[in-house]
T-cell receptor
Framework: AQKVTQAQTEISVVEKEDVTLDCVYE???????LFWYKQPPSGELVFLIR??????QNEISGRYSWNFQKSTSSFNFTITASQVVDSAVYFC???????????FGTGTRLTIIP | GAVVSQHPSRVICKSGTSVKIECRSL??????MFWYRQFPKKSLMLMAT?????????EQGVEKDKFLINHASLTLSTLTVTSAHPEDSSFYIC?????????FGPGTRLTVT
């Protein structure tokens, strides 16, 4: 069975601070994909990143960065110099190869205080 | 590319009536689409997997006679909530599979009065 845990239910930080959202996963698959999605108040899910289990390189995209650590089954997401527009619910998700279903974590509600 | 639309975005219906929600992949063909339900401040719960030309596969605990899914073409899947009740009020989100990715629609907020 697959499981994704986002222990942080809600986080509030002051604008321009850095913030890290944690994601821990469980799977028996040797090959799998990890995802992060952003859900702003409008409700639409916005794809942020997909990471293959064989690729442990960290990724940086502008103010966003992701740290994939297979040894600890974690795929954490960091926003540097946070902005009010970053306020949203962020979901981490997992999918095995050959299994199209996405398993979502419970989400972290991030509030950036101006 | 990879745009998925949903219609309607919001719907209010009376208890006992049925409501249909459409999910369309606008610029790609999707043999597989998914329907999710999201309660307020909760995660997405997969309801069913919709495959073009075949019956949908429902997740455990989801009533297939209550939530009818039809994947009539490679760009359209519909979810019909039959004999809706207030407890069916929720945010329904569809997604369409393309390659390794699922592309999500903007969601439909259903309110049953």
């Amino acid at each position: 069975a697959q499981k994704v845990t986002q222990a942080q239910t809600e986080i509030s930080v002051v604008e321009k601070e850095d913030v890290t959202l944690d994601c821990v996963y469980e799977t028996r698959d040797t090959t799998y994909y990890l995802f992060w999605y952003k859900q702003p108040p409008s409700g639409e899910l916005v794809f942020l990143i997909r990471r293959n289990s064989f690729d442990e390189q960290n990724e940086i995209s502008g103010r966003y960065s992701w740290n994939f650590q297979k040894s600890t089954s974690s795929f954490n997401f960091t926003i540097t110099a946070s902005q009010v527009v970053d306020s949203a619910v962020y979901f981490c998700a997992l999918r095995g190869v050959g299994n199209e279903k996405l398993t979502f974590g419970t989400g972290t509600r991030l509030t950036i205080i101006p | 590319g990879a745009v998925v639309s949903q219609h309607p975005s919001r719907v209010i219906c009376k208890s006992g009536t049925s409501v249909k929600i459409e999910c369309r992949s606008l610029d790609f063909q999707a043999t597989t689409m998914f329907w999710y339900r999201q309660f307020p401040k909760k995660s997405l719960m997969l309801m069913a997997t919709s495959n073009e030309g075949s019956k949908a596969t429902y997740e455990q605990g989801v009533e297939k006679d209550k939530f009818l899914i039809n994947h009539a073409s490679l760009t359209l899947s519909t979810l019909t909530v039959t004999s809706a009740h207030p407890e069916d009020s929720s945010f329904y989100i569809c997604s369409a599979q393309r390659g390794y990715e699922q592309y999500f629609g903007p969601g439909t907020r259903l309110t049953v009065t």
